[in-house]
């Protein structure tokens, strides 16, 4: 064997962050800001998956670990100027604690499957009306980030609307999210945890400390879930109760991943192009309907039933997502060629 | 001293006694046959010696630990592997990294272990699936899947829970021949089997399991000349 083969993941992870580079070159402001969502939804998806996918973990509360980081962000830079970087920080920590407390609460009350993901949603729940009801985080009114320094700094992560900074500190937080996802599923722990998934007695049969590795899961899930929070809390200088741990952002997490493919690497970062596209796309068109549905404009709420109607067709038609349908079709197609390549009977290749 | 000393287990199931106070021994390098009716107990029994329930009352002592109510991984570690009569692969996984999961109790890095795997999965003849997902293969092969995993963990003695069920004759003879060679490399194992003609083959003592209770321990003529084996579970015909 030699020694260590570059992973193709990570290979293609560096050439779409090269080809991304030059992007904010070509895309005007309303673009950027698209950008940068796809970007966010992205590592908000591709963690997500971690825990849900690849540890088989559904979460439906992913909003608590969000709104930590986003919280966490928005009130030290706030109350006393601490950069939003530390805040991205102590939100990770913060989740991966929470994160630990759910798994092994869920896991000492045997909790699985729909209850687990009910239980995440009562977390992030809990914390909605928990944070509402404090003044110290100034309870349903939320927090609005003042500028400082001019508008234009590293450290307190704020530029001009549509600066080019944005879209890159979203694509490197993309991408350490993605290379930290690739390198934990490669390594020893990433298969304790998928094996832990398959079946969790057959694991502990075969030596696995289940509980160890789903925890790992969840609390990596968790922190880098808070990342993109804080990131969100600092992109839009504001966060409120709903905006950090509402159910709609929960749902807003998971999209990317059920769309492009659970428990698959590439699955969530297709799945957020595709959803976040989707989203402007149907909203545009439901804004300026072109003239044959003119009845359409103005319709409240239009958009919203369309992009929910086309993401039901969407699941119903690959239950498994994208990616892993695009996977099976790439196998049947090599399999044909194989069976067209191979001599029939009684032929013998020359050798 | 014996290698695994079983004393007093006891399990009940509300008001069913699955086990009740089941006393024996097994010696270093010896196999043990456990035999008994359907429902007699012998999987509880076996997931008591695993770690997979908690006893009632009695304990479990291997290589001189007490693991009475340690957990499943732990008693694995320890060299106490076991398989599974209804298969537990896991499904998503290569057949080769199936194995790797259990070597990785032993192995610093995923490719030792693997490496591990590999002549593991030659040794039970699983090698040209070793990179096919587990779903492909047959119940044959998920029952060598299962010793297989249970192999990689290098353990001291195996619990094998019918490894035979299921199989047409010539997979069974292979698997006879599998087991063959795991005694003869001086692996202790205990085995529960339905099928009479490889207890027979394979054992050097069996335990007869009979509501729970221990009907009566020997060596295999002892056994089965035993009246009350015979009148609760090998019946009348297999004396002629």
Redesign the interface.
Same mark, same amino acid.
């Not at chain 1, 880098?224 to 952002?249: E, H, I, K, Q, R």
């Given at each position: 064997m030699p020694a260590r083969r570059l992973d193709r993941n990570l290979v293609g992870l560096a050439l779409l962050c090269l080809v991304l580079l030059p992007a904010p070159l070509f895309l005007d402001r309303f673009q950027a800001g698209i950008a940068v969502q796809v970007l966010l939804f992205a590592l908000l998806g591709v963690a997500w998956n971690l825990m849900s996918g690849f540890a088989g973990e559904f979460s439906f509360g992913h909003a608590a670990f969000f709104g930590l980081g986003a919280y966490a962000a928005a009130f030290l830079t706030t109350s006393s100027g601490i950069s939003p970087w530390v805040g991205m920080v102590v939100g990770a920590v913060a989740a991966a604690v929470l994160g630990v407390a759910i798994g092994y609460l869920s896991f000492r009350y045997r909790l699985k499957g729909v209850y687990f993901a009910l239980a995440t949603f009562a977390v992030a729940e809990m914390l909605r009306l928990v944070v509402s009801g404090l003044d110290a985080l100034n309870g349903p009114r939320g927090i609005t980030i003042p500028l400082v320094g001019g508008g234009s700094s590293w450290a307190m992560i704020q530029f001009a609307t549509g600066a080019r900074e944005y879209f890159y500190i979203a694509l490197a937080l993309f991408a350490l999210t993605q290379v930290a996802v690739i390198l934990l599923i490669r390594s020893r722990w990433g298969l304790l945890i998928l094996a832990t998934r398959e079946d969790a007695e057959g694991a502990a049969a075969a030596g696995v400390d289940a509980l160890r590795y789903r925890l790992l899961a969840i609390s990596a899930s968790a922190a880098l879930t808070a990342v993109g929070g804080a990131y969100y809390a600092v992109y839009y200088f504001f966060v409120n109760p709903d905006t950090a741990f509402g159910s709609a952002v929960s749902i807003s997490i998971l999209l990317p991943a059920v769309v492009g493919g659970t428990g698959s690497l590439w699955g969530p970062v297709l799945g957020s192009v595709i959803v976040t596209l989707l989203g402007q796309a149907v909203v545009g068109a439901t804004r300026a309907p072109p003239e044959a549905l003119a009845f359409l404009r103005g319709v409240a709420g239009l958009d919203r039933m369309i992009y929910g109607v086309a993401l039901i067709v969407m699941i119903m038609f690959l239950p498994r997502g994208l990616v892993p349908a695009l996977a099976k079709l790439a196998t049947l197609g090599r399999r044909r060629k194989a069976r067209e390549a191979r001599p029939a009977k009684g032929d013998y290749a020359p050798t | 001293m014996p290698l695994l000393e079983v004393s007093g287990l006891s399990r009940s199931f509300g008001g069913l006694r699955a086990v009740h106070d089941v006393t024996f021994q097994v010696e270093q390098g010896t196999v043990v046959g456990l035999i008994g009716p359907n429902g007699a107990g012998k999987s509880t029994l076996f997931n008591l010696i695993?770690g997979?329930l908690k006893p009632d009352a009695g304990a479990v002592v291997f290589d001189g630990r007490e693991t009475t109510g340690q &957990?499943?991984?732990t008693i694995?570690?320890l060299g106490l592997?076991?398989?599974?009569q209804l298969t537990? &692969?896991?499904?998503?996984?290569s057949v080769l990294?199936?194995v790797?999961?259990?070597a990785?109790?032993r192995e610093a890095?995923?490719?030792a272990?693997r490496a591990e795997a590999r002549t593991i999965l030659e040794m039970l003849g699983l090698e040209p699936w070793a990179s096919q997902p587990a779903a492909v293969l047959s119940t044959a092969g998920r029952k060598r899947l299962e010793v297989a995993?249970?192999l990689?963990?290098r353990p001291r003695m195996l619990l094998l829970d019918e490894v035979l069920a299921g199989l047409i004759p010539s997979e069974r003879q292979r698997m006879v021949d599998i087991l063959r060679r795991l005694r003869e490399e001086g692996i202790t194992m205990l085995f529960v089997e339905h099928v009479m003609s490889a207890v027979m083959a394979l054992s050097n003592r069996i335990l007869v399991l009979h509501h729970g209770e221990l009907l009566a321990a020997g060596t295999p003529d002892e056994v089965t000349r035993d009246r009350r084996v015979i009148e609760a579970y090998l019946g009348e015909e297999e004396l002629s």
């Amino acid at each position: 064997m030699p020694a260590r083969r570059l992973d193709r993941n990570l290979v293609g992870l560096a050439l779409l962050c090269l080809v991304l580079l030059p992007a904010p070159l070509f895309l005007d402001r309303f673009q950027a800001g698209i950008a940068v969502q796809v970007l966010l939804f992205a590592l908000l998806g591709v963690a997500w998956n971690l825990m849900s996918g690849f540890a088989g973990e559904f979460s439906f509360g992913h909003a608590a670990f969000f709104g930590l980081g986003a919280y966490a962000a928005a009130f030290l830079t706030t109350s006393s100027g601490i950069s939003p970087w530390v805040g991205m920080v102590v939100g990770a920590v913060a989740a991966a604690v929470l994160g630990v407390a759910i798994g092994y609460l869920s896991f000492r009350y045997r909790l699985k499957g729909v209850y687990f993901a009910l239980a995440t949603f009562a977390v992030a729940e809990m914390l909605r009306l928990v944070v509402s009801g404090l003044d110290a985080l100034n309870g349903p009114r939320g927090i609005t980030i003042p500028l400082v320094g001019g508008g234009s700094s590293w450290a307190m992560i704020q530029f001009a609307t549509g600066a080019r900074e944005y879209f890159y500190i979203a694509l490197a937080l993309f991408a350490l999210t993605q290379v930290a996802v690739i390198l934990l599923i490669r390594s020893r722990w990433g298969l304790l945890i998928l094996a832990t998934r398959e079946d969790a007695e057959g694991a502990a049969a075969a030596g696995v400390d289940a509980l160890r590795y789903r925890l790992l899961a969840i609390s990596a899930s968790a922190a880098l879930t808070a990342v993109g929070g804080a990131y969100y809390a600092v992109y839009y200088f504001f966060v409120n109760p709903d905006t950090a741990f509402g159910s709609a952002v929960s749902i807003s997490i998971l999209l990317p991943a059920v769309v492009g493919g659970t428990g698959s690497l590439w699955g969530p970062v297709l799945g957020s192009v595709i959803v976040t596209l989707l989203g402007q796309a149907v909203v545009g068109a439901t804004r300026a309907p072109p003239e044959a549905l003119a009845f359409l404009r103005g319709v409240a709420g239009l958009d919203r039933m369309i992009y929910g109607v086309a993401l039901i067709v969407m699941i119903m038609f690959l239950p498994r997502g994208l990616v892993p349908a695009l996977a099976k079709l790439a196998t049947l197609g090599r399999r044909r060629k194989a069976r067209e390549a191979r001599p029939a009977k009684g032929d013998y290749a020359p050798t | 001293m014996p290698l695994l000393e079983v004393s007093g287990l006891s399990r009940s199931f509300g008001g069913l006694r699955a086990v009740h106070d089941v006393t024996f021994q097994v010696e270093q390098g010896t196999v043990v046959g456990l035999i008994g009716p359907n429902g007699a107990g012998k999987s509880t029994l076996f997931n008591l010696i695993a770690g997979a329930l908690k006893p009632d009352a009695g304990a479990v002592v291997f290589d001189g630990r007490e693991t009475t109510g340690q &957990p499943t991984h732990t008693i694995a570690r320890l060299g106490l592997a076991r398989t599974f009569q209804l298969t537990r &692969p896991f499904l998503a996984l290569s057949v080769l990294d199936n194995v790797a999961v259990a070597a990785l109790s032993r192995e610093a890095s995923l490719h030792a272990a693997r490496a591990e795997a590999r002549t593991i999965l030659e040794m039970l003849g699983l090698e040209p699936w070793a990179s096919q997902p587990a779903a492909v293969l047959s119940t044959a092969g998920r029952k060598r899947l299962e010793v297989a995993r249970a192999l990689a963990l290098r353990p001291r003695m195996l619990l094998l829970d019918e490894v035979l069920a299921g199989l047409i004759p010539s997979e069974r003879q292979r698997m006879v021949d599998i087991l063959r060679r795991l005694r003869e490399e001086g692996i202790t194992m205990l085995f529960v089997e339905h099928v009479m003609s490889a207890v027979m083959a394979l054992s050097n003592r069996i335990l007869v399991l009979h509501h729970g209770e221990l009907l009566a321990a020997g060596t295999p003529d002892e056994v089965t000349r035993d009246r009350r084996v015979i009148e609760a579970y090998l019946g009348e015909e297999e004396l002629s």
